[in-house]
Structures are given as C-alpha cells and as structure tokens.
C-alpha cells in the first residue's frame, strides 16, 4: 500500500488471458458439486454462496484464474461476471499462481509499530524475493496486507490464508520457514478474550481442535 | 389525505413512493447520482442526503404534539439519510439542502470525496456541459480541492466493447452501467472490480461488452466514464441542438432526440417514453444516422441529368399524362410518413391507378421482444391502416414482363435493391423516384428522380407496431424556403444552453430536397389533381376525417408521447 500512495496506479487486468487450467482439468467432482450445492441451499439467493464456492475452488487449484471464477459462477447459478467481482475484492482470494505457502506478513498500524516492517524486510531478505514476489522453486509469496485483526499480539503474519503465527520475532521466523520447508504447518493458535478462557477450553473456533492455547505475554517480552 | 412537509411546504401524496423520486416528480431537486427511476436503489453516492424526522404524536391520543412555539415537535433521526431509499409516510418531514446547513455541508463533502481521484479534464470531456457531476460540483461542491497528492491512476481509453469506451478514472462508482446490464438489458457483462480507491467497472476477462444495447450505459452513466466509441470528440453538447423525434430503423418507433450540428446529425440519444421505450433505446438505433448526412441526392434528376425542380415536376407528371393509368404501379413506402403515403394513394385514385402496395422489410429473427423488430420499416402498420398493402413481387413482375405495367412511381424507396423487380424487368417502362440518396438503384433506371427529405428534415407522422401513432419533426434544415418547415424548425430545435451555434438558419450542409407534402401534390397539380394543404397537419386532419382506423388522431394529440390508433385499427 505504501507504495500505491507514491505511484497511485492501478493496472489493467489482462483483458482475454490464455486458460491457465487445462480444459480436461476444468471440472468440480461430485462431490464438491453437492458441498457448492450445500452452500447454496443455506441462502436465501445462490448469490450468498458464491465465497464459499470460491473458496472452495481456490482450495482446488490453488488460485482463481478466470475460468475457474466462471466455473465456479456456473456451478454457483450466479453470472460470471458478480463472481469476478467479488473474486477481485478480496485479497484473500489470489487472481495469480501464489508459491505454495503464502506468507501475508501485516505492516498495518499496530504491527508497524511494534516491528512489522522489520519481520517483512527479514523475510524478504531469508527468501531473497520483495513482496509481491514468489521465489523461484516456486515455494513461498510474501505478501504485504493490511489489518488481520490480531492487533493484541502484534507482530503478526499469517500462512496462506491459514493459521496466524504472532508475536514474530527473527528467530521465530527462521523456524517458521525452516519448517515450512520440510513441510510442517504452525499449529492453529486461538487468541482467547478473557471472557472466552473457560468456555470451549479457550477455543473459540468450532472447526478447528485448539492445539496451542495461546495467552498473551506481557508486553515487556515482545517489545524490545 | 396523508401529507409530508419538505421544506416547510406540505405536500399531498396517495401511495407510497421512495422520497427523491417524490420529489423529482414535483420539481424540487435533490441532488443525486446513482439513483436512476428504472433500476434498483443502491444508495451508494450519498449525494441524495436529507433530513427526515416524524412529528411527535401523543401516544394515547393520537394527537400531534405542539410545543412551546405553538409548532408541532419533529423528532429528526439522529442522521442523515439517503432520500432515494427512503419511503415517504404521513406526518414525515423533510429538510434539503435549501434549509438544512446539515444536508448542504454533507453534499458539499460527498463532492469534495468523490472529486478527490476525478480527473478535472472537462475541458476534454465529451460529458462536459450535460455533467451531473460537474454540475453539481458548481452548485453544491467546495470551491476547491485540499488533495494534495497523486490522484489514483486507472486504465483510460479502454475499449470495453466495439461501442463504449472507458476511462476508470473518471467513474465515481455508482455502479448504474453494472445494474443496467443486470437489471435492464440481463446481459450480465459488467462488474464493478478491486475496490476501495482501485475499483472501477469492467467486464470480466473473455468477456467483450457487446449487447444490443451497450450503449445506453453512455446516457445513464453521471459523469464521462462510459462514453461512445463513435461520438467521441465529434461536438460540444453546448454545439449541437436536440430534436424531439422518434428512430426509424425498426417498427418500434423509439423516441429519440437527434443532435444536429451544422445540419448533421451527430448522435441518437433515447428521449422518455413511458409506454415505447422508457429510458432506453438499442444500438442499432443510435448509429443508423450517418445516411441522413452523407450520399445524399441533392436537386432533382431528369434522365440522369441535373434538372430544375419545375422540369422535374413537369417530366413526372408528362410520363403519368402518357400511359393508360391502370398500367401505372404506384409504390407506397413503409419508410415514409402517414401523410406522404396518403398523397400518393389520392393521386392514385385520382388517376385511376390501382391502390399503391409497399414493400415490406421483414428481417426474421431480428427482433428480440423489446426495442427491436423483425421488422425494419417505421411504418408498415401505417401502410396497412391507410390500405396500403404489401407487395406481391411475382405478380408484379409478371405484370411488367407481359407489359400490363407500363409505369412505376416509387416512394421514397429502392425496389431494385429490395429484390421486387430487376432493372432488365423494367425494359422501357418509365420510372419516377422519390429517392434520398444516389446510391438508390432504382434512381440509376429512373427518368424522374426527385430528392426527398428524411424523416430528420420532415414533418410527419409515423405508426409503429404497437399502433401507436407518433410525430417527426425536423431536426435539420434542407435547401430552399419552406416556411411551414422553417416554422417547425423554429419550434422543435432545443439549444440546450441557448448559444448561437447552431441556430436553424445555419446555411452548411443544406440538401436540396423536398418533403413528399411537398414534391407530390406538385406533381398532382401537373395531372390536374389540386392537393392544397397548409402543411402535413392539415393532411392529417383530412386523414383522421376519411379514414376510421385514424380518429381522433392529431398533431395535438400525438404530442410528444404519440397516441395509439383505435382499437379498430388493430383489428383490421
């Protein structure tokens, strides 16, 4: 975004780009047909469905290029062309081919302050790519985003639309990537408001198991 | 009857209606961009703000409350709110920018946002001049910009169909091109994309923005984002005037303004029509304009020679005085006006030729239920109501291979191009053309050709599909003096800001033709048959007066919505 401010231009998206998914590709199995078919059925109109259909694909191929963002519009019942807006919208739904681990480093307002320019910069330079950029084995994107809500355990980054690592520091980051590397997830962590601590043994995720219960240290230990 | 007050000023109202569009229809302006009466309220300019409060009623007694002043209480909602998606209801009032410093300060904020990232290129701007945003701006905008970095930079000079151009950084995002194509025209090809400071509308990747009626999104659009690929950089609005008329590339009869600068026509913009078109009018309809201003026939032609207009009467009337008259095949047209057509059908009957016939143009599957017609005249339906009836081209060439037809007498038609007849069919009868331009190919096998004005330059009457009956005024002038037409010129050109451009005796691009009202009963005077009318609104009198499927139809009455035939036109 700092940049946008400096050079406050928007680019055209390619207007007739060549498929990236190969015909024989493009297709939802049964299975998913029927989830996208779940979701529909719990609005009002198929309209509301169609994130949850989007997700859905970019979990299937990885991102969003324009033939699945039609696929999915089809699927849905919903015109193509309100999909690729609301495809567009969203950050978190990826209109280019990503590396295979997305690491969404937050510089917003809380987390610059407390060194998230910093946690950026050390990544870019561990990865030798800028923001924006995926590195060339074709494993990591580092991207710049704005506010993730988790301004309480600042600085804070998140892995490919995924669980949140907080509280970063330059040695937690060298682990993070060394274990993305081999392959190794960090474990979800719930932030848990006070409120929350004995209900649902501090989880306040249903999906998901709570496998790090995650207290928020004092703020002496991550301000140095 | 329940009431609402705006502005201090009660107001009556029957049903329930959403406040802005209340108060459009009584002619108090609020100011607005995104609201368009046709399509769904987004509310998302935030230009439409007022104040709405409900007087205080006494719970127990229904009884509206007084205060100390002796005035009622009105209890304002504690904000602002959108007057396009506010309903009205009794005992409602509202304060506008005229009495609210709220409101007027809200407005004058909402501008200054959204001029924030608006390119102040009016200069160059084809909206320029007819611009809600840029009137707006001198009305109710701040006096200057406090902006004082980089404007966002979009893509401009986007093609986003063969027909509309965009330029992001003019759009303020009201989004009416994207419900237009969802709502009105359902070809879902727009979308608003990115967002915050990014967004702008587009059409999705693989997507060309190609619709029949693509673009209507130009007229709606607030400010000079959308604009037509055709128009761009050709006038000023303030260069150009407007006719009020309707378009006459299909049966529906569309109403239309003509823009006319220096005697052309420039653009076809939709004019609100309620019962034909409402706001809207197809593609082919606006770019069907350039045959009014290029090829056309220019003087009269007599044996393809130039020729006097008294020569050219003469030569026509000489070929009608030298065959017997039942040989003479009279050519009504679906392209011509009631009037012209009814001249040709009484020097028919005058002669004793039979009854004219018209050649249909019947374009199947071209039509699409809306403003578009398999059929591509503008008046077969008035042919038909005058007892014009279509054409059986095999009989008539038989009848003029065994030399039953010795003359044709055509009307502001091509029945050569059309297919009717060849020009080796003709052999050496005679032929008489009441032609527009010289690419007419009867007109190359014609002894008499007789320039004749469009339906731009006339004044006439039109019956569409529906049998609804509708008036054409000129919009350009054409050579030679004809007060009748210079008097309807005088009333129906608009200078929408009243600057002398393009006054109606503006002398460029002037075609020496004439109105069928005109050039036929010189004709008939020629054959003894006496055709005086003060003007065209006299023939439709007459027409009104003789022909039952035409009752009660005038110029008075057509107005400037039309009128539908009777009941017993539809059914004859």
């Known amino acids: 975004m700092a940049d946008f401010i400096k050079h406050p231009v928007v680019e055209l998206p390619e207007r007739d780009p060549e498929p990236s998914v190969p015909a024989d590709r493009l297709f939802f199995s049964e299975e998913e047909k029927a989830r996208i078919a779940t979701y529909v059925s719990r609005y009002p109109t198929a309209d509301g469905a169609i994130m949850r259909a989007l997700w859905l694909a970019q979990e299937k191929f990885g991102w969003l290029p324009p033939e699945v963002i039609r696929l999915t519009a089809d699927t849905v019942g919903i015109p193509y062309s309100q999909a690729y807006g609301v495809a567009t919208f969203y950050s978190q739904y990826y209109k280019r081919k990503m590396g295979t681990h997305v690491l969404d480093v937050c510089t917003c307002f809380s987390c610059q302050v407390c060194g998230g320019y910093d946690m950026l910069h050390h990544l870019e330079k561990k990865l030798g790519i800028r923001k924006g950029e995926t590195t060339p084995d074709g494993r990591f994107t580092i991207q710049e985003v704005e506010c993730l809500g988790a301004c309480g355990s600042a600085p804070m980054m998140q892995v490919t639309n995924g669980p949140y690592v907080m509280n970063l520091t330059e040695e937690k980051l060298d682990t993070l990537v060394d274990a993305l590397q081999e392959g190794r997830m960090p474990p979800f962590a719930s932030v848990t408001l006070p409120q929350d601590q004995d209900e649902m043994g501090g989880n306040r995720r249903s999906d998901a198991p709570s496998q790090e219960i995650y207290q928020a240290p004092p703020v002496s230990q991550t301000i140095r | ?572």
């Open chain 2, 1 to 572: 009857m329940p009431t609402i007050t705006i502005d201090g000023v009660a107001h009556e109202f029957e049903a329930k209606q959403a406040l802005l569009q209340f108060c459009l229809d009584r002619g108090i302006e609020v100011p607005h961009f995104c609201y368009h009466p046709a399509m769904s309220v987004p509310a998302n300019c935030r230009q439409c703000l007022v104040e709405v409060g409900m007087t205080e009623v006494d719970r127990e007694t229904r009884q509206v409350k007084f205060g100390e002043d002796g005035k009622p209480i009105v209890r304002f909602l504690p904000k602002l709110q959108t007057s396009c998606s506010q309903e009205i209801a009794d005992g409602m009032v509202v304060r506008t920018h005229r009495t609210s410093d709220l409101v007027a300060r809200a407005q004058k904020d909402t501008l200054e946002l959204l001029l924030i990232n608006h390119p102040l290129d009016c200069p160059i701007c084809d909206q320029a001049g007819h611009c809600p945003l840029q009137i707006q701006a001198y009305k109710y905008g701040p006096e200057g910009s406090r902006f004082e970095f980089e404007k966002t930079h979009k893509p401009k000079r986007i093609e986003l169909g063969p027909r509309v151009m965009l330029d992001g950084e003019r759009c303020i995002n009201c989004t009416r091109c994207v419900r237009f194509t969802g709502e009105v025209s359902k070809s879902h090809q727009l979308t608003i994309i990115e967002r915050g400071v990014r967004n702008y509308p587009m059409t999705p990747p693989g997507v060309v923005f190609d619709e029949p009626y693509s673009m209507n999104v130009i007229d709606i659009c607030p400010v000079g984002a959308l604009t037509s690929v055709d128009f761009r950089f050709k006038a000023r609005v303030w260069e150009m005037s407007k006719t009020a008329s309707i378009t006459v590339s299909n049966a529906k009869g569309s109403n239309c303004w003509y823009w006319v600068k220096d005697n052309r026509v420039l653009k076809v913009t939709p004019r609100d029509n309620e019962q034909v078109n409402r706001y809207w009018l197809p593609d082919e309809d606006r770019l069907d304009y350039e045959r009014f201003n290029d090829g056309r026939l220019s003087g009269p032609v007599v044996d393809g020679r130039p020729s006097s207009w008294d020569a050219a009467y003469a030569a026509a009337a000489e070929v009608l005085g030298s065959v017997e008259p039942a040989s003479i095949l009279f050519l009504g047209s679906a392209h011509a006006s009631v009037e012209d057509n009814w001249l040709l059908s009484r020097l028919a009957t005058h002669l004793g030729a039979p009854a004219p016939v018209y050649i249909p143009h019947v374009d199947p599957g071209h039509g699409d239920g809306w403003l578009r017609t398999d059929d591509r005249t503008p008046n077969a339906r008035g042919c038909e109501a005058l007892g014009i009836l279509p054409i059986d081209a095999d009989s008539v060439r038989k009848r003029l291979s065994s030399g039953a037809v010795k003359a044709v007498y055509v009307l502001e038609e091509d029945p050569i191009a059309s297919g009717v007849f060849s020009a080796d069919d003709l052999g050496s009868a005679p032929v008489i053309v009441h032609a527009w331009h010289t690419d007419n190919r009867t007109l190359a096998a014609a002894k008499v050709g007789l320039p004749a004005a469009m339906v731009v330059e006339t004044i006439g009457t039109f019956v569409n599909e529906d049998g609804r009956a509708q008036r054409v005024r000129p919009a350009k002038a054409i050579k030679g003096v004809n007060r009748t037409l210079m008097m309807e010129v005088g009333k129906s050109r608009h200078d929408l800001h009243g600057t002398p451009f393009d006054r109606w005796y503006d002398e460029t691009n002037l075609v020496d033709c004439q109105p069928g009202w005109v050039s036929l009963p010189a004709v008939a005077a020629r054959c003894g048959l006496e055709l005086s009318y003060r003007g065209p609104k006299d023939i439709l009198a007459e027409i009104a007066g003789s022909n039952e499927a035409f009752r009660g139809v005038s110029y008075e009455a057509m107005g400037e919505s039309g009128v539908r035939l009777q009941e017993t036109a539809q059914t004859a």
